[in-house]
């Protein structure tokens, strides 16, 4: 059962890539998500909104692999995904940003980079050891991906600086880079526009739709900033203490009563 | 002829991933290597070989392996020592059992010896970290040279409870007993050392040095992008124990000839080679040397001074030994506390605009 559906922007948007079915997270007696169901499909760009609290964040780290839901299933490219660590997660190309920046400070913007291909460079430590054969072919073919997405992202001139020196906006987009780098079916991205200025707003807008385009990436994002929400975004979740208030296309949500009640309050009689 | 990359151009990111992208820096590189194994083996006596070059070189692989594991993997150890009894003990029951084999393979296989030892006490690292582990690496400190003291097996039953190298040689010539040369020990210990820093720093620039370093400076982002903290930490340890496990078997065969546990491999050891990196740099193969020779050299240099130039006592020159090292180690860790190897780094930045900076 293909559904292929085209966005008015002309995209091709596909089948069910990930299927998230009842889940249900506690941390002790609280239940920070509450019975939530809702899918991305491939290549769409869908946005998971909410209040502060809302539990849009554990979402992410559930996804991602952080925290294991008492109950609900996770299916991925069709398959049920059992309990894993989040690295294995990573490995089934799952990749993200964090809300506050996680990059490693002690390392060069192309290293931080060269970090995200880890799972494709697969040489054995002697190789390694003695530069030689395997690990040096590999060393150069990544090298190669990684340019493109330095390139992509027009982050050449501070290839070579350590990250702790760079400013907060380019931190965020060598973070996107890295998380590029490792050409992740799905790309979560954990508000990517906080604590931005207008104009790198508009910048970081521009990369979400471009890796969108271009590497046909699907993504979903955590945003606060309705805007830029309703503007990216194909389809949209909305979540409030725990639970899902809203699903649908960006028009559709704006005009939910129960969203509307969410975000400005109801009105007592 | 200025310091600095201009027209030194790259077409290949073979060449943009090479160790000295500067060209002064290979021809000096190469050039020190040079001089390193034609001109001073014969120049050579013992006095240089055992006070200065000889520890500076053994020092200077115990610093690298614990580089490895606490400056790029970022997991603190004070095990050195038992490390490096492990090393000693190994190579000294493969010489005595195994007579006919090459003296560097004993080498080697001691520092594997020592990477499985090392492993098993990287275990803790998995749950504990920083202040924990450091408290987890000092039990191994204690507990190894204890079982080297109590279990006779490990010195074969000697009456004096030391372990004796005996005499072996490669090619004819004596690398380890009594009648070592000079320049043979010498020579021994810098092809290891090398070596060794030729691999650590091929490990540290490829895809395990960047899981260590990941691990070191956010372990959970580095989880997300897909490693595994276990095996990179495992590695971690495995890869610094070799190394420490090979200075400690060269450390006892080569250099001392005759050790005792608690004496040669005692706490001291783990927290000279930890000043070392310290002082060095945590996460340089440079600073690894530069602080290996700097707490080698400066106590010769100043006893030299003191003694041989303004005729103090010799007991009175020890204590001040002491106390400028220690002001010295302070004081570094004050202006500097990224170590000799940061202050290069500064050096050859500043170089490359010399003599026009601005």
């Known amino acids: 059962m293909t559904q292929t559906t085209i966005t008015p922007d002309g995209r091709q948007i596909g089948d069910v890539l990930m299927d998230l079915r009842n889940i249900t997270l506690r941390f002790g007696g609280v239940t920070a998500i509450k019975d939530i169901s809702f899918d991305i499909r491939e290549g769409e760009i869908r946005a998971i909104i909410g209040p502060n609290g809302a539990g849009k964040s554990s979402m992410l780290n559930v996804i991602s692999g952080f925290y294991v839901p008492q109950e609900g299933e996770i299916w991925f490219k069709g398959y049920r995904r059992g309990p894993m660590k989040p690295y294995e997660v990573a490995r089934l190309g799952i990749a993200r940003t964090f809300q506050n920046i996680a990059l490693f400070d002690g390392m060069s913007v192309l290293d931080n980079i060269m970090t995200g291909r880890l799972n494709m460079m697969k040489a054995p430590i002697w190789s390694q050891a003695l530069w030689w054969g395997r690990a040096e072919r590999e060393e150069v073919e990544n090298r190669e991906q990684v340019e493109k997405i330095i390139d992509f992202l027009e982050i050449q001139n501070i290839r070579k600086t350590p990250v702790g020196r760079l400013p907060y906006g380019l931190k965020k987009r060598v973070e996107l880079a890295r998380a590029l780098a490792a050409e992740p079916k799905i790309l979560l991205l954990d508000e990517p526009m906080a604590g931005m200025n207008v104009e790198e707003k508009e910048d970081m807008c521009r990369f979400i739709l471009d890796v969108n385009d271009e590497f046909g990436t699907t993504i979903a994002l955590i945003e606060h900033d309705m805007g830029v929400v309703m503007d990216l975004s194909d389809r949209v979740v909305v979540m409030d203490y725990g639970r899902k208030i809203g699903d649908g296309t960006p028009d559709e949500v704006r005009n939910n009563p129960e969203v509307i009640s969410a975000y400005l309050g109801v009105a007592h009689e | ?342 202050l290069w780094a500064l050096t050859k930045e500043k170089l490359r605009l010399w003599p026009f900076p601005h």
Not at chain 2, 36 to 46: E, G, K, M, T, Y
Not at chain 2, 104 to 112: K, M, N, P, R, Y
Not at chain 2, 290 to 319: E, I
């Open chain 2, 1 to 342: 002829m200025f310091y600095r990359e201009a027209g030194d151009f790259k077409t290949s990111y073979r060449d943009d991933g090479q160790t000295f992208p500067i060209k002064l820096d290979r021809w000096g590189y190469y050039a020190i290597l040079a001089v390193a194994f034609l001109v001073v083996p014969l120049v050579i006596d013992s006095y240089w070989a055992n006070a200065v070059l000889v520890p500076f070189l053994i020092y200077a692989i115990a610093a690298l392996g614990l580089n490895i594991l606490t400056g790029y993997a970022g997991q603190v150890s004070l095990g050195t020592g038992g490390f490096m009894a492990v090393g000693a003990y190994a190579v000294y029951k493969l010489m005595v059992a195994f007579p006919g084999v090459p003296i560097v393979v004993h080498i080697i296989l001691a520092g594997a010896i020592t990477a499985v030892v090392g492993m098993l006490f990287g275990l803790p690292s998995l749950r504990i970290k920083g202040f924990y582990l450091a408290v987890a690496t000092l039990a191994a400190q204690f507990f190894l040279v204890w079982l080297f003291n109590k279990v006779p097996w490990f010195y074969n039953y000697s009456a004096s409870g030391q372990i004796n190298a005996p005499e072996r040689t490669i090619l004819g010539w004596a690398v380890t007993g009594p009648a070592t040369s000079a320049s043979a020990k010498y020579l021994i210990c810098l092809c290891f050392a090398v070596g060794l820093a030729w691999m650590a720093r091929n490990l540290t620039r490829g895809s395990v040095g960047r899981k260590w370093m990941a691990i070191r400076d956010m372990d959970i982002a580095a989880e997300i992008i897909g490693v595994n903290p276990l095996t990179a930490k495992l590695s971690a340890f495995a890869v610094s124990s070799f190394f420490v496990g090979i200075a400690g078997a060269l450390l006892f065969s080569v250099y001392l000839g005759a050790a005792e546990a608690s004496e040669a491999f005692g706490i001291n050891k783990s927290f000279l080679v930890l000043f070392m990196i310290i002082i060095g740099g945590l996460g340089s193969i440079f600073g690894s040397f530069a602080g290996a020779a700097f707490l080698v050299l400066l106590p010769v240099l100043l006893k030299n001074v003191l003694v041989a130039q303004f005729g103090w006592p010799t007991d009175l020159a020890a204590h001040i030994e002491l106390m400028i090292v220690g002001a010295l180690i302070v004081f570094f860790l004050i202006v500097e506390p990224h170590g000799l190897a940061r």
